[in-house]
T-cell receptor
C-alpha cells in the first residue's frame, strides 16, 4: 500500500517559469513532511520540510504547501533554473515513526 | 554538517557472492537506515537500526542482513548476491526518530 504517492513521474518546465511538484498521502496520522532532491549518482539531499501545524513554508525559491483536508503536498520552485533538474522525492512521517517516501518526480528545466 | 560516508561508489559482484556495504556517520546519530533506489519504485527501506546491536526489518528485507556493532557504523550484507539486487544502495542517519534523514552518496551495485 503506497501511503505517499507522486503521480507524475516527470515534469518539464522552462527556465524562469514555476515548477510545481505534487504529492498525495493517505495516512491522516502523518504530521511531518519533507522534500528531497536527488542528482544522478548522488544521495538525496534535504530541501525543505513542513509540519502539520502549518500550511506553508518558504526557503528562498522553494515553497512547500500543505493541504491537510485534501491530504496533498506541493513544492513550488520559482523561478526554476537548469540546476534544479533532478529527481524530487516527498516523504512523510507520523510521530516518531520512520519516514515514508514517494516514488519521485524527475524535473527537467530547460534553458 | 553531517557526513554519511559509504565505502564504495561503484561495485561489481558476481551472482552468489557475499557482499558487504559499509556506512559510517560522524554526528553521533542514534538512527541509521539502508534504502535501495530503483527507477519508478522510489526509495525502499531495507533495514534500519535505532540503537547499537539493534536492527529492524524494513519493507524489503529478503536477501539482506545488517550489522551494527558500533553506533557510527551500519553495514548491509547481501548473503548471496543475485541479479535482482542490482541497484543504488543508500545509507542514511537521523538524530531522532521521524526526523529528516542525512544520506550518503550511494553505492551503485551491479550483480552479474
Amino acid at each position: 500500500d503506497q501511503q505517499v504517492k507522486q503521480n507524475s513521474p516527470s515534469l518539464s518546465v522552462q527556465e524562469g517559469r514555476i515548477s510545481i511538484l505534487n504529492c498525495d498521502y493517505t495516512n491522516s496520522m502523518f504530521d511531518y513532511f519533507l522534500w528531497y532532491k536527488k542528482y544522478p549518482a548522488e544521495g538525496p539531499t534535504f530541501l525543505i520540510s513542513i509540519s502539520s501545524i502549518k500550511d506553508k513554508n518558504e526557503d528562498g525559491r522553494f515553497t512547500v504547501f500543505l493541504n491537510k483536508s485534501a491530504k496533498h503536498l506541493s513544492l513550488h520552485i520559482v523561478p526554476s533554473q537548469p540546476g534544479d533538474s533532478a529527481v524530487y522525492f516527498c516523504a512523510a512521517s507520523a510521530g516518531f515513526q520512520k519516514l515514508v517516501f514517494g516514488t519521485g518526480t524527475r524535473l527537467l528545466v530547460s534553458p | 554538517d553531517v557526513k554519511v560516508t559509504q565505502s564504495s561508489r561503484y561495485l561489481v559482484k558476481r551472482t552468489g557472492e557475499k557482499v558487504f556495504l559499509e556506512c559510517v556517520q560522524d554526528m553521533d546519530h542514534e538512527n541509521m537506515f539502508w534504502y535501495r533506489q530503483d527507477p519508478g519504485l522510489g526509495l525502499r527501506l531495507i533495514y534500519f537500526s535505532y540503537d547499537v546491536k539493534m536492527k529492524e526489518k524494513g519493507d524489503i528485507p529478503e536477501g539482506y542482513s545488517v550489522s551494527r556493532e558500533k553506533k557510527e557504523r551500519f553495514s548491509l550484507i547481501l548473503e548471496s548476491a543475485s541479479t535482482n539486487q542490482t541497484s543504488m544502495y543508500l545509507c542514511a542517519s537521523s538524530r531522532d526518530r521521524g526526523e529528516k534523514l542525512f544520506f550518503g552518496s550511494g553505492t551503485q551495485l551491479s550483480v552479474l
